[in-house]
């Protein structure tokens, strides 16, 4: 007698451990009685390689010919399999083409009972939900397949494509193919897949399946170097059948020439919880919280942003270059949202095993910038202002016109003449501008030099807004890094100094002056550890500290370091575990990665800068 699936079952339940006849009859859902007559017709079939036995309860397994035995094992299993795959595929087509049809005509045109008819049908249910395709059965009607077309190629590509290997394809088609196999090298696996494509394409067009589903690609994937390498394959299509979108049509063949990259992009296609991007956006949100100990807003990753990278993967998957030149120097404009960037690459790359190219970094920084941009303006979200001024009031008129082009025009705007100003009414207003210098109230009023300056009096409000819950001076410079050190924070050093012995003797100087937990040089050293901050010339140590200021310490390396001889400075900061100023923090991370991006700036450093000269020099460059 011919084993099936339970026979199987039977023997590698017994080959783990004895077992009960009444626990393995329940493990395989057959009767103890039925067990008894499975294990006599195992017996028969492995007769002289192994016995199965009875002992008290239980079935105990005795092999007598190891090598002959797994031999057959092998043998049985894999016919077993192909057998029950095999009378899958016969049941799926024949529901498929039908259209809808009853488990009654299944069973006489299959020679098989009703019953038999169900248990295949439950066993493939299984094996078609991987596919997200399903049988449905109707009441009174009938069962009928439903799934999307896409995804129903798909199962037959790769799970019921038996009957394909006697079918065959247009004699002009198969020679050009043949070509394409010398041209590309492709090997017979790969080949065979690339027909079985084909001619899954071409069968399922002839009975008027077309691939109509919404597919989510980047449309420059279709001038890709693999979708040209079939352009013959699309002419054929075309000619042959009319109303179809060739491109879609063409995807599965186009895949199979993607290697490695093919299961990407099909998760990519058939993924609708986008799954993989889900994964990449995760990874980033961790990541830079880790590295920079800010919190990205999920708010960021917006449906626009998400169809970005998962078109962005499409071209890198294709091997897609952009060139525009509209993104050109997007580093040095947003240096710190190029950074965040960069690490939502990393990302991509760690779920894709390919690299992201600077042009695409760029595409990527522009939703950074705005979302960054977005946090500073609430920070300038303003509704009470009042003006110190003894001018006139065109320039009173010309003060107000400014503030609004800040605020925009709801913003409660107050005149006050500076010989009726009342210092217990400064906590009234959020912002207080004055022409006049007010000495004692220094901390708590932007002063304005220049009325008709815009620029300045937009760069004192945001610096103020910035600055204004933190206890620093409050002589703002064009250098939030400027404004954040003094004297002892910078230091020139010589190349007897390694860049690991830098950095723990600047940790070590913050602890002293008491400024950081003492365990902060640990977790420096920890996150240097995992990820090198150094660059050619500039090195960023970076971590968390548990008090709530942001603090820097500034090290000029005369002549590089021992590992690293072409540092030029290393710039370290401790930021707090709880931010008590984000926008701070992303001006102080923007202008160190702006620094690190000057080469003009960097060729300036030398043995001779002072802490003066290095301050002017920051001032000048930074824009502030």
Not at 124 to 150: C, H, W
Not at 466 to 494: A, G, R, T
Request: charged share 25%; with cysteine; aromatic share 10%.
């Amino acid at each position: 007698m011919k084993l099936n699936k339970k026979h199987i079952q039977i023997i590698k339940i017994l080959l783990e451990e004895h077992t009960s006849i009444e626990k393995l009859s329940f493990l395989i859902n057959i009767s103890e009685k039925t067990l008894i007559n499975y294990v006599k017709q195992i017996n028969d079939y492995f007769s002289k390689t192994m016995t199965i036995t009875k002992q008290y309860h239980n079935l105990i397994i005795h092999i007598e010919n190891d090598s002959r035995f797994f031999e057959l094992l092998n043998v049985v299993t894999e016919s077993t399999e192909s057998d029950s795959i095999n009378k899958m595929e016969n049941i799926f087509f024949q529901i498929l083409n039908q259209n809808v049809v009853t488990i009654d005509d299944l069973a006489e045109f299959n020679f098989m009972s009703k019953t038999s008819i169900n248990n295949i049908l439950k066993e493939m249910k299984q094996e078609l939900a991987k596919y997200k395709v399903t049988i449905i059965g109707k009441p009174n009607v009938g069962l009928y397949v439903d799934g999307k077309e896409y995804d129903i190629r798909k199962l037959i590509i790769e799970y019921f494509n038996h009957q394909y290997s006697n079918t065959d394809i247009d004699n002009g088609l198969l020679k050009q193919l043949e070509s394409l196999k010398v041209q590309l090298k492709l090997d017979e696996q790969s080949y065979s897949r690339l027909i079985l494509a084909i001619k899954v394409t071409i069968e399922r067009l002839e009975v008027g399946a077309k691939i109509n589903d919404e597919i989510t690609i980047d449309n420059t994937v279709f001038s890709s170097n693999d979708y040209n390498n079939l352009t013959f394959v699309k002419n054929y299509l075309t000619q042959c059948y009319k109303d179809i979108d060739v491109n879609k049509e063409m995807i599965l063949i186009v895949i199979t020439l993607l290697g490695r990259r093919a299961s990407i992009l099909d998760e990519l296609i058939t993924s609708s919880e986008a799954t993989i991007i889900q994964a990449i956006i995760d990874g980033t949100i961790g990541d830079v919280y880790e590295y920079y100990g800010l919190e990205l807003d999920d708010e960021l990753f917006t449906k626009d942003i998400r169809l970005h990278i998962k078109y962005l993967i499409n071209r890198i998957i294709f091997n897609i270059n952009i060139n525009d030149e509209s993104i050109n120097n997007i580093q040095e404009r947003f240096p710190f949202a190029f950074e965040l960037s960069r690490i939502l690459g990393e990302n991509i790359t760690k779920h894709i095993q390919i690299q992201v190219s600077e042009e695409e970094l760029s595409y990527l920084t522009i939703y950074f910038s705005i979302y960054l941009e977005k946090i500073e303006k609430e920070v300038k979200a303003i509704s009470q202002v009042a003006i110190i001024t003894d001018f006139g009031l065109s320039i009173q008129k010309l003060l107000q016109n400014n503030i609004m082009k800040i605020f925009g025009t709801d913003v409660d705007i107050v005149v006050i003449e500076q010989s009726n100003f009342d210092e217990s009414v400064v906590d009234n207003y959020e912002i207080i501008i004055s022409t006049i210098r007010l000495n004692r109230l220094f901390n708590k009023i932007i002063y304005l030099e220049n009325v008709f300056d815009e620029q300045q009096l937009k760069l004192k409000i945001e610096q103020f807004l910035i600055y204004k819950d933190l206890n620093y001076k409050n002589i703002f410079n064009k250098s939030v890094i400027v404004d954040l050190i003094n004297q002892e924070d910078f230091e020139h050093f010589d190349n007897k100094w390694s860049y690991q012995s830098l950095i723990e003797y600047l940790a070590d100087k913050l602890v002293i002056d008491e400024k950081v937990d003492t365990d902060f040089k640990q977790r420096l050293i920890t996150r240097e550890r995992d990820k090198s901050t150094a660059d050619k010339y500039l090195g960023f140590p970076h971590a968390s500290h548990t008090g709530t200021t942001i603090n820097i310490k500034v090290a000029l390396l005369d002549e590089g370091c021992r590992d690293l001889p072409d540092l030029k400075i290393i710039i370290l900061i401790a930021t707090p575990d709880e931010m008590v100023n984000e926008t701070l923090l992303i001006r102080v991370y923007e202008e160190v990665l702006a620094i690190s991006n000057n080469a003009y700036l960097i060729s300036k450093f030398s043995d001779k800068t002072s802490f003066q000269a290095f301050i002017q020099l920051l001032n000048q460059e930074m824009k502030g």
